[in-house]
């Protein structure tokens, strides 16, 4: 009967390679200077606008500006005026519309004071070739102590003088995606 050598072996050389490894010793002070630093991502508009709806329906004519507003309890809570770092905000444009736009979006508090604007232009596109705009908007301190004051969000369109103003037959769409990432420090 033939015995098998080779799993000795193995198990040889992992006792000599236990016996012969490296240990550095662990200091668990560093523990102390983890931080924890927790990111949010949240929506805070999304619109999808037609031609249309920059037309005044009584006179068939181009409205100047349109604008809504969306109210935010949760930026002037006590958590985030207390651990807010840092937010950026990012909107996403993608203009359909033969159409240049200025977009105002006007952070203020209950008594219409302005805390925080963030301006955008967007350039012109067309159905076939729409243009695509990007723009981020870091805040950090002092700003951002101004920012967390915010109670609402107002979102103004402004179309700026033209020799081709929009019409009712217009094609396109102006859309709109926004986040804003909030950095908090515990």
């Known amino acids: 009967m033939k015995i ?6 193995h198990l040889l050389f992992l006792c000599f390679f236990i016996t012969t490894s490296c240990v550095s ?3 668990f002070d560093q523990a102390e200077n983890i931080s924890p630093t927790p990111v949010l991502e ?3 508009i999304v619109s999808n606008l037609e031609a249309s709806n920059f037309i005044d329906d009584t006179n068939q004519q181009e409205l100047l500006s349109i604008s809504d507003v969306v109210r935010l309890n949760f930026i ?5 005026v207390d651990q807010l770092v840092k937010a950026n905000l990012t909107f996403q444009f993608t203009n359909s519309l033969n159409r240049d736009f200025n977009v ?3 952070f203020v508090t209950d008594a219409n004071e302005q805390r925080y604007l963030a301006q955008v232009e967007v350039l012109a596109g067309s159905p076939d070739s729409p243009t695509f705009i990007e723009s981020n908007f870091l805040i950090e301190e002092p700003d951002l102590s101004l920012f967390v004051e915010s109670t609402r969000l107002i979102y103004e369109i402004t179309l700026p003088p033209t020799n081709t103003p929009i019409a009712p037959s217009t094609l396109g769409v102006l859309k709109l995606e926004s986040k804003s990432t909030f950095y908090f420090e515990f």
């Open 4 to 9: 098998l050598k080779f799993p000795y072996l």
């Open 25 to 27: 010793e662990v200091d």
């Open 42 to 44: 949240a929506s805070l």
């Open 76 to 80: 002037n809570s006590d958590f985030f």
């Open 104 to 106: 105002d979006f006007i």
